[in-house]
């Protein structure tokens, strides 16, 4: 079932299961008094409503950032991996054609082995790091006889570097996401604030019905979309490992 097949789903039957409990509470509830109550409940839901807002807002761009910045993470590994092996191009035929072997084996490794574990959200081996550090050795252990072999050794070391910090902050995001905590706020405000309107009081009962029922559709539709993004690289998000399959080409 598709994406969004599954979202229509669940805001669909948010707003239908809204909708019949504001229809039985107006049809066989306590009538007096309930037009009474739209001014007290009123004010309680302006406040209910307006801090669930704001919270789910705040973490919908966080998750919004977050995605964005596990995808330039993904790229600038994936630059500092060709950067670093064309740098390793100039100390020697040899060491250009070992590291950028290295470079794209740690490269399959991130696309084969590691990004399955991180769009499924689950814990995963990889050697990723071993070869990661065999690059580094490489590099650091290959002399350099003039200063542009200098230049390009430790052009290569520092482009390396940022790779490590590129894979640190990537793996950081991958498991990463929305706290149990968070999660029992959002849902518990969300239910607040769909259930204060049952409150309400009106001449109509089909108005009180339809916007009760839009609202906990609206509602529905913030969650899921938190759901969906709370995880970069899997759900709706979906950050691709694009970069390292260029850099897998690159390397030839």
Known sequence: MGIYLTGLLWVAGAAVVAAVMAYLIRKYGELEGRSANNEAAGQVFTIVGGLHAVLVAFVLIALFDAVNQASDASYREADGLVAATWASDALSPEVGDQVRGLARQYARTVIDDEWPGMAAGTSFTSSGWAQLDQLRKVVSDTPANDDWQIDRKTE???????VYQARQERLEAAGGGVTSVMWFVLIAGSVLAVCLPLLFGGPR????????????ATITLLLYATYQLQNPFGGGAGVQPDAFQAAVERFG
Not at 156 to 162: E, G, T, Y
Not at 205 to 216: P, S
């Open 156 to 162: 290569a070391a520092n482009q390396l570097w940022q």
């Open 205 to 216: 009962i089909r108005t009180h019905v339809l916007i009760v029922a839009t609202l906990a």
